[in-house]
Protein backbone atom coordinates (compact mmCIF):
# COMPACT_ATOMS: atom_id res chain seq x y z
CA UNK A 1 0.00 0.00 0.00
CA UNK A 2 2.76 2.10 0.42
CA UNK A 3 4.35 4.29 -2.45
CA UNK A 4 1.22 4.09 -5.02
CA UNK A 5 2.41 7.58 -6.25
CA UNK A 6 5.44 9.03 -7.23
CA UNK A 7 7.22 9.51 -4.44
CA UNK A 8 7.59 13.68 -3.18
CA UNK A 9 9.93 15.22 -0.60
CA UNK A 10 8.80 17.48 1.21
CA UNK A 11 10.10 19.39 3.97
CA UNK A 12 8.54 21.47 6.85
CA UNK A 13 10.95 24.07 8.30
CA UNK A 14 9.39 25.99 11.13
CA UNK A 15 11.80 28.69 13.23
CA UNK A 16 12.30 28.11 16.74
CA UNK A 17 10.64 30.09 19.16
CA UNK A 18 10.46 32.61 16.27
CA UNK A 19 9.22 35.91 17.85
CA UNK A 20 11.40 35.23 21.07
CA UNK A 21 14.26 34.50 19.29
CA UNK A 22 14.18 37.41 17.21
CA UNK A 23 14.28 39.78 19.69
CA UNK A 24 16.70 37.50 21.43
CA UNK A 25 18.63 37.82 18.90
CA UNK A 26 18.11 41.65 18.44
CA UNK A 27 18.84 42.90 22.18
CA UNK A 28 21.91 40.55 23.24
CA UNK A 29 20.30 41.47 27.14
CA UNK A 30 17.54 39.36 26.52
CA UNK A 31 19.78 36.04 25.40
CA UNK A 32 19.67 33.28 27.96
CA UNK A 33 16.78 34.74 29.36
CA UNK A 34 12.57 33.48 29.95
CA UNK A 35 10.93 36.25 27.05
CA UNK A 36 7.55 35.84 26.25
CA UNK A 37 5.86 37.93 23.41
CA UNK A 38 2.56 38.96 24.11
CA UNK A 39 0.40 42.12 25.12
CA UNK A 40 -0.16 42.69 28.52
CA UNK A 41 -4.15 42.24 29.45
CA UNK A 42 -6.46 39.83 30.57
CA UNK A 43 -7.60 38.87 27.39
CA UNK A 44 -3.92 38.54 25.88
CA UNK A 45 -2.53 35.45 24.78
CA UNK A 46 0.72 34.28 24.27
CA UNK A 47 2.29 34.93 20.39
CA UNK A 48 5.87 33.18 21.38
CA UNK A 49 8.03 31.69 24.11
CA UNK A 50 11.77 31.47 24.57
CA UNK A 51 13.25 28.04 25.49
CA UNK A 52 14.03 29.54 29.12
CA UNK A 53 10.30 30.62 29.36
CA UNK A 54 9.26 27.26 27.78
CA UNK A 55 10.73 25.56 30.77
CA UNK A 56 9.02 26.93 33.24
CA UNK A 57 5.29 26.08 31.38
CA UNK A 58 4.99 28.64 29.23
CA UNK A 59 3.46 27.97 25.72
CA UNK A 60 2.28 29.89 22.64
CA UNK A 61 -1.58 30.52 23.03
CA UNK A 62 -2.17 30.40 26.51
CA UNK A 63 -3.33 33.32 28.59
CA UNK A 64 -0.49 35.75 28.99
CA UNK A 65 -1.85 36.13 32.85
CA UNK A 66 -1.47 32.56 33.26
CA UNK A 67 2.50 33.17 31.75
CA UNK A 68 2.73 35.78 34.05
CA UNK A 69 2.06 32.91 36.93
CA UNK A 70 4.00 30.45 35.59
CA UNK A 71 7.13 32.62 35.35
CA UNK A 72 6.83 35.51 37.22
CA UNK A 73 10.15 36.71 36.08
CA UNK A 74 9.83 36.58 32.63
CA UNK A 75 10.64 39.62 30.05
CA UNK A 76 7.30 40.33 28.31
CA UNK A 77 7.58 41.90 25.14
CA UNK A 78 4.59 43.29 22.89
CA UNK A 79 4.84 41.55 19.83
CA UNK A 80 6.53 43.74 16.85
CA UNK A 81 5.03 41.82 13.81
CA UNK A 82 6.57 44.47 10.59
CA UNK A 83 10.19 43.20 12.31
CA UNK A 84 8.62 39.66 12.46
CA UNK A 85 7.47 40.07 8.34
CA UNK A 86 11.08 41.06 7.35
CA UNK A 87 12.77 38.73 9.05
CA UNK A 88 9.80 36.10 7.76
CA UNK A 89 10.99 37.83 4.30
CA UNK A 90 14.55 37.06 4.27
CA UNK A 91 13.56 33.64 4.95
CA UNK A 92 11.12 33.35 2.69
CA UNK A 93 14.29 34.15 0.15
CA UNK A 94 16.46 31.08 0.89
CA UNK A 95 13.55 28.83 0.79
CA UNK A 96 13.44 30.52 -3.42
CA UNK A 97 16.96 29.60 -4.15
CA UNK A 98 15.92 26.03 -3.48
CA UNK A 99 12.13 25.59 -4.65
CA UNK A 100 9.40 27.27 -6.06
CA UNK A 101 7.00 25.52 -4.80
CA UNK A 102 6.76 27.05 -1.31
CA UNK A 103 3.28 26.95 0.80
CA UNK A 104 3.97 29.13 3.70
CA UNK A 105 1.62 28.05 7.12
CA UNK A 106 2.90 31.09 9.13
CA UNK A 107 5.30 33.84 9.19
CA UNK A 108 7.56 31.04 10.53
CA UNK A 109 6.76 27.72 9.27
CA UNK A 110 6.07 26.67 5.72
CA UNK A 111 6.65 23.59 3.65
CA UNK A 112 8.72 23.28 0.80
CA UNK A 113 8.44 20.62 -2.44
CA UNK A 114 12.04 19.35 -2.66
CA UNK A 115 11.40 16.73 -4.99
CA UNK A 116 13.34 18.66 -7.46
CA UNK A 117 15.74 21.46 -6.15
CA UNK A 118 16.87 24.44 -7.62
CA UNK A 119 20.27 23.52 -6.38
CA UNK A 120 20.78 19.91 -7.37
CA UNK A 121 21.47 18.97 -4.47
CA UNK A 122 21.43 15.73 -4.13
CA UNK A 123 19.08 14.65 -1.30
CA UNK A 124 16.16 16.22 -0.13
CA UNK A 125 17.65 15.71 3.65
CA UNK A 126 20.50 17.95 2.22
CA UNK A 127 18.59 20.35 1.17
CA UNK A 128 16.80 20.90 4.29
CA UNK A 129 20.18 20.65 5.98
CA UNK A 130 21.56 23.22 4.03
CA UNK A 131 18.47 25.56 4.36
CA UNK A 132 18.69 25.58 8.10
CA UNK A 133 22.59 26.06 7.82
CA UNK A 134 21.58 29.23 5.49
CA UNK A 135 18.79 30.25 8.12
CA UNK A 136 21.85 30.19 10.52
CA UNK A 137 24.52 32.14 8.84
CA UNK A 138 22.78 34.83 7.29
CA UNK A 139 19.65 35.99 9.49
CA UNK A 140 21.39 34.29 12.76
CA UNK A 141 18.18 32.27 14.13
CA UNK A 142 17.62 28.34 14.34
CA UNK A 143 15.22 26.31 12.27
CA UNK A 144 13.78 22.86 12.45
CA UNK A 145 13.06 20.59 9.58
CA UNK A 146 11.52 17.11 8.87
CA UNK A 147 11.56 15.63 5.38
CA UNK A 148 9.11 13.18 4.44
CA UNK A 149 6.99 12.04 1.58
CA UNK A 150 4.19 14.31 2.45
CA UNK A 151 3.21 17.19 4.20
CA UNK A 152 1.72 15.60 7.21
CA UNK A 153 4.84 13.65 7.70
CA UNK A 154 7.00 16.33 7.22
CA UNK A 155 5.41 18.77 9.98
CA UNK A 156 5.43 15.89 12.58
CA UNK A 157 8.62 15.03 11.64
CA UNK A 158 9.94 18.88 12.05
CA UNK A 159 8.67 18.70 15.16
CA UNK A 160 10.04 15.44 16.48
CA UNK A 161 13.80 16.61 17.42
CA UNK A 162 12.95 20.51 17.56
CA UNK A 163 14.70 22.56 17.93
CA UNK A 164 17.11 20.51 15.77
CA UNK A 165 16.98 18.19 12.97
CA UNK A 166 16.55 17.57 10.01
CA UNK A 167 14.56 14.47 11.28
CA UNK A 168 13.91 12.64 8.35
CA UNK A 169 11.27 9.81 7.58
CA UNK A 170 11.86 7.57 4.52
CA UNK A 171 9.02 6.03 2.73
CA UNK A 172 9.78 2.47 3.95
CA UNK A 173 9.71 3.93 7.43
CA UNK A 174 6.41 5.20 8.01
CA UNK A 175 4.96 2.43 9.25
CA UNK A 176 7.10 1.98 12.14
CA UNK A 177 7.38 5.54 13.01
CA UNK A 178 3.88 6.77 12.96
CA UNK A 179 1.86 4.05 13.99
CA UNK A 180 3.65 3.88 18.12
CA UNK A 181 2.62 7.65 17.69
CA UNK A 182 -0.11 9.27 20.55
CA UNK A 183 -2.84 10.48 18.44
CA UNK A 184 -1.78 14.05 20.24
CA UNK A 185 1.03 14.24 17.94
CA UNK A 186 -1.00 14.88 14.82
CA UNK A 187 -0.89 18.07 13.57
CA UNK A 188 -4.84 19.00 14.47
CA UNK A 189 -5.16 17.21 17.24
CA UNK A 190 -5.32 18.77 20.48
CA UNK A 191 -6.10 17.90 24.09
CA UNK A 192 -10.20 17.84 23.10
CA UNK A 193 -9.67 15.42 20.35
CA UNK A 194 -7.25 13.19 22.28
CA UNK A 195 -9.73 12.73 24.80
CA UNK A 196 -12.72 12.02 23.02
CA UNK A 197 -10.46 9.98 21.08
CA UNK A 198 -9.40 7.84 24.17
CA UNK A 199 -13.05 7.04 25.02
CA UNK A 200 -13.43 5.35 21.62
CA UNK A 201 -10.09 3.93 22.88
CA UNK A 202 -7.52 5.18 20.32
CA UNK A 203 -4.36 6.21 21.77
CA UNK A 204 -2.06 5.80 19.15
CA UNK A 205 -2.56 5.99 15.35
CA UNK A 206 -2.25 2.21 15.03
CA UNK A 207 -5.40 2.47 17.63
CA UNK A 208 -6.85 5.18 14.64
CA UNK A 209 -6.12 3.00 11.67
CA UNK A 210 -7.88 -0.02 13.29
CA UNK A 211 -11.50 1.95 13.74
CA UNK A 212 -13.94 2.48 10.97
CA UNK A 213 -15.06 5.75 9.63
CA UNK A 214 -18.35 5.94 10.72
CA UNK A 215 -17.49 5.70 14.12
CA UNK A 216 -14.52 8.21 13.92
CA UNK A 217 -17.10 10.40 12.03
CA UNK A 218 -16.42 10.27 8.48
CA UNK A 219 -20.07 9.67 8.45
CA UNK A 220 -20.42 12.94 9.67
CA UNK A 221 -21.66 12.48 13.19
CA UNK A 222 -19.42 12.65 15.25
CA UNK A 223 -17.67 15.90 15.88
CA UNK A 224 -14.08 14.34 17.17
CA UNK A 225 -12.42 17.68 17.21
CA UNK A 226 -12.97 21.63 16.66
CA UNK A 227 -10.70 23.84 15.06
CA UNK A 228 -9.96 27.02 13.08
CA UNK A 229 -9.53 27.90 9.91
CA UNK A 230 -5.61 28.59 9.95
CA UNK A 231 -5.22 24.28 10.93
CA UNK A 232 -7.39 23.35 7.86
CA UNK A 233 -5.45 23.16 5.31
CA UNK A 234 -2.35 22.45 6.66
CA UNK A 235 -2.40 18.35 6.00
CA UNK A 236 -4.22 18.59 2.57
CA UNK A 237 -5.21 21.54 0.76
CA UNK A 238 -3.02 23.61 -1.82
CA UNK A 239 -3.15 25.16 -4.88
CA UNK A 240 0.36 24.46 -5.99
CA UNK A 241 1.46 21.20 -7.63
CA UNK A 242 3.26 18.93 -5.50
CA UNK A 243 2.77 19.63 -1.91
CA UNK A 244 -0.26 17.45 -2.23
CA UNK A 245 0.94 14.37 -2.45
CA UNK A 246 -1.26 11.92 -1.29
CA UNK A 247 -0.88 10.72 2.55
CA UNK A 248 0.09 7.04 2.12
CA UNK A 249 -2.54 5.96 5.02
CA UNK A 250 -5.29 8.20 5.53
CA UNK A 251 -5.85 11.31 5.61
CA UNK A 252 -7.26 13.81 8.08
CA UNK A 253 -9.54 16.25 6.71
CA UNK A 254 -11.95 19.15 7.77
CA UNK A 255 -15.47 19.26 6.96
CA UNK A 256 -17.22 22.47 5.94
CA UNK A 257 -18.84 24.59 6.95
CA UNK A 258 -19.08 22.74 10.29
CA UNK A 259 -15.53 22.92 12.05
CA UNK A 260 -15.16 19.04 12.64
CA UNK A 261 -12.00 16.63 12.48
CA UNK A 262 -13.18 13.94 10.04
CA UNK A 263 -11.10 10.75 8.96
CA UNK A 264 -10.82 9.52 5.39
CA UNK A 265 -9.00 6.81 3.91
CA UNK A 266 -6.66 7.18 1.02
MG1 LIG B 1 7.88 27.86 15.04
Redesign the pocket.
Known amino acids: MVCRMTVRKITHI?????YASVEQRDDPQLRGKPVVVAWRGNRSVVCAASYQARKSGVRSAMPAVRAERLCPNAIFLPPDFPRYRAVSRQVREIFKRHTDIIEPLSL??AYLDVSENKTRLPTATLVARTIREQIRSEVSLTASAGVAPNKFLAKIASDWKKPHGPFVIQPEEIDSFLLPLPVGRLPGVGKVTEEKLKHLEVQTIADLRRMDLPTLGGGGRFPVCSSTGSNRDHLLQADLPGLNAPDVHFVLAYRHPAPELVLRAT
Do not use: G, N, S, V
Request: glycine residues 0%; aromatic residues 14%; charged residues 55%.
Open positions: DMDAFDE
